[in-house]
C-alpha cells in the first residue's frame, strides 16, 4: 500500500513539473495599481484574435497572472479589476518558446473608460535563461530547402555547425545529433539515430513520413533551456503545426528542380552526343484551413505530393 501511494505521489509531482513547459507560447505579467501595491484577484482574459477563443485567469496574492502553452499568434489582454477601468492590450505576440511579460499599471480613471495600449509600445521583458532562434511561418515556406525537408532549418541557428539535411550536425560544439526534436512538444526523435523521425530517409531514401512545410506554423531552437526540456545537451528544436482560424486560408504550391535550370558542373563533361544525367524533383501539393464553427472549432488540412528523385 505504501509502494502504491509513493508511486502515485511521483506521477503526481511528474504531472505539476509538466505544467512548466512551454512548446508553444507564454503570457505573463504582474498587475499593480497607480501606487505600485500589487492587485490580486483581478479577472484577466486573453483572446486569440484569429479565432475569438478566450483564455480567462485570475491574478493571485502577488497579482501575478500566467497563460502557459497557448496558440501562437497575436492576442487582446483586458484586465477588470475592482474600483479600476478595463485595461487592454492589444496585439500581443505570443512566439513559440518565448515568454510575453506584461507590466500592467492599472489607472483612476473614470470608470465606464477603457484603456487602450498597443503592445508594440511594451518592453518585452524575460523572464527565464532560454536563447531562443524562432523562424515565422512565412520565412519558413520562403527559404530555399533541399527537396523542402524542415530539418534543414537548423543550419540557421547560432552555433550549428556540419551537415544539416537529416538533422546530422552539432549544436553549440555539441556531438552530432545531440539535439532534442519535437513536434508541438512531443517526442520526434529516431530511437537509433537520435535524428528527426519524420522526414527521416527509409527504405530507398524514401521517408516513411513527410511533414508539408506548409503545415509549420513556427520553427524553434532553443539552448540554455529549463530543466523540462532537458534530454539532449544540444538543445531543442521544436515545430508549431498551424491551426484553422475564423477566416477561410489556403495555398497552393508547385517547386520543380531539373537538370535544365542547373549550371554546368566544371567536374563534369560528358562526352559527345550525350546529355547530363537526370536530376529532378518535384513537390507540389496544397493546404487549406477554416473554421468548422466560428470561435469554437476549426480545421487545417495539409498534403504534399511529388516524386523522388530518379
Given at each position: 500500500?505504501?509502494?502504491?501511494?509513493?508511486?502515485?505521489?511521483?506521477?503526481?509531482?511528474?504531472?505539476?513539473?509538466?505544467?512548466?513547459?512551454?512548446?508553444?507560447?507564454?503570457?505573463?505579467?504582474?498587475?499593480?495599481?497607480?501606487?505600485?501595491?500589487?492587485?490580486?484577484?483581478?479577472?484577466?482574459?486573453?483572446?486569440?484574435?484569429?479565432?475569438?477563443?478566450?483564455?480567462?485567469?485570475?491574478?493571485?496574492?502577488?497579482?501575478?497572472?500566467?497563460?502557459?502553452?497557448?496558440?501562437?499568434?497575436?492576442?487582446?489582454?483586458?484586465?477588470?479589476?475592482?474600483?479600476?477601468?478595463?485595461?487592454?492590450?492589444?496585439?500581443?505576440?505570443?512566439?513559440?518558446?518565448?515568454?510575453?511579460?506584461?507590466?500592467?499599471?492599472?489607472?483612476?480613471?473614470?470608470?465606464?473608460?477603457?484603456?487602450?495600449?498597443?503592445?508594440?509600445?511594451?518592453?518585452?521583458?524575460?523572464?527565464?535563461?532560454?536563447?531562443?532562434?524562432?523562424?515565422?511561418?512565412?520565412?519558413?515556406?520562403?527559404?530555399?530547402?533541399?527537396?523542402?525537408?524542415?530539418?534543414?532549418?537548423?543550419?540557421?541557428?547560432?552555433?550549428?555547425?556540419?551537415?544539416?539535411?537529416?538533422?546530422?550536425?552539432?549544436?553549440?560544439?555539441?556531438?552530432?545529433?545531440?539535439?532534442?526534436?519535437?513536434?508541438?512538444?512531443?517526442?520526434?526523435?529516431?530511437?537509433?539515430?537520435?535524428?528527426?523521425?519524420?522526414?527521416q530517409g527509409g527504405?530507398?531514401?524514401?521517408?516513411?513520413?513527410?511533414?508539408?512545410?506548409?503545415?509549420?506554423?513556427?520553427?524553434?531552437?532553443?539552448?540554455?533551456?529549463g530543466a523540462e526540456?532537458?534530454?539532449?545537451?544540444?538543445?531543442?528544436?521544436?515545430?508549431?503545426?498551424?491551426?484553422?482560424?475564423?477566416?477561410?486560408?489556403?495555398?497552393?504550391?508547385?517547386?520543380?528542380?531539373?537538370?535544365?535550370?542547373?549550371?554546368?558542373?566544371?567536374?563534369?563533361?560528358?562526352?559527345?552526343?550525350?546529355?547530363?544525367?537526370?536530376?529532378?524533383?518535384?513537390?507540389?501539393?496544397?493546404?487549406?484551413?477554416?473554421?468548422?464553427?466560428?470561435?469554437?472549432?476549426?480545421?487545417?488540412?495539409?498534403?504534399?505530393?511529388?516524386?523522388?528523385?530518379?
Open positions: 500500500m505504501k509502494r502504491l501511494v509513493l508511486a502515485i505521489l511521483v506521477l503526481l509531482s511528474l504531472g505539476v513539473a509538466a505544467n512548466a513547459q512551454t512548446f508553444r507560447g507564454a503570457i505573463n505579467g504582474t498587475v499593480t495599481d497607480p501606487s505600485g501595491s500589487v492587485v490580486p484577484n483581478a479577472a484577466v482574459k486573453a483572446t486569440e484574435i484569429a479565432t475569438g477563443i478566450d483564455h480567462n485567469g485570475v491574478t493571485t496574492s502577488e497579482g501575478q497572472f500566467s497563460f502557459q502553452d497557448i496558440p501562437l499568434g497575436f492576442y487582446k489582454v483586458s484586465v477588470t479589476a475592482s474600483g479600476f477601468p478595463v485595461y487592454a492590450v492589444d496585439r500581443v505576440e505570443v512566439v513559440a518558446g518565448s515568454i510575453y511579460t506584461l507590466q500592467v499599471k492599472l489607472t483612476l480613471q473614470q470608470q465606464s473608460a477603457t484603456v487602450e495600449v498597443s503592445a508594440a509600445a511594451l518592453t518585452l521583458d524575460t523572464t527565464t535563461q532560454t536563447q531562443n532562434m524562432t523562424i515565422a511561418s512565412d520565412v519558413v515556406q520562403d527559404v530555399p530547402l533541399n527537396g523542402r525537408d524542415f530539418t534543414q532549418l537548423v543550419a540557421t541557428a547560432p552555433g550549428y555547425g556540419g551537415y544539416s539535411v537529416g538533422g546530422f550536425g552539432s549544436l553549440n560544439g555539441t556531438r552530432p545529433n545531440q539535439m532534442n526534436w519535437q513536434i508541438d512538444g512531443v517526442d520526434n526523435n529516431d530511437f537509433w539515430h537520435n535524428i528527426p523521425a519524420v522526414n527504405v530507398s531514401g524514401i521517408a516513411g513520413v513527410v511533414l508539408p512545410i506548409d503545415s509549420i506554423e513556427e520553427f524553434s531552437s532553443q539552448t540554455q533551456s526540456a532537458g534530454r539532449n545537451a544540444g538543445g531543442t528544436v521544436n515545430l508549431v503545426t498551424k491551426s484553422g482560424g475564423n477566416t477561410l486560408h489556403g495555398s497552393l504550391y508547385y517547386y520543380n528542380r531539373n537538370e535544365f535550370y542547373s549550371a554546368k558542373s566544371p567536374f563534369f563533361t560528358p562526352a559527345p552526343g550525350t546529355k547530363a544525367p537526370p536530376l529532378r524533383n518535384q513537390n507540389y501539393g496544397f493546404q487549406v484551413n477554416g473554421p468548422i464553427r466560428k470561435d469554437k472549432a476549426f480545421y487545417l488540412v495539409s498534403r504534399m505530393l511529388g516524386s523522388p528523385p530518379p
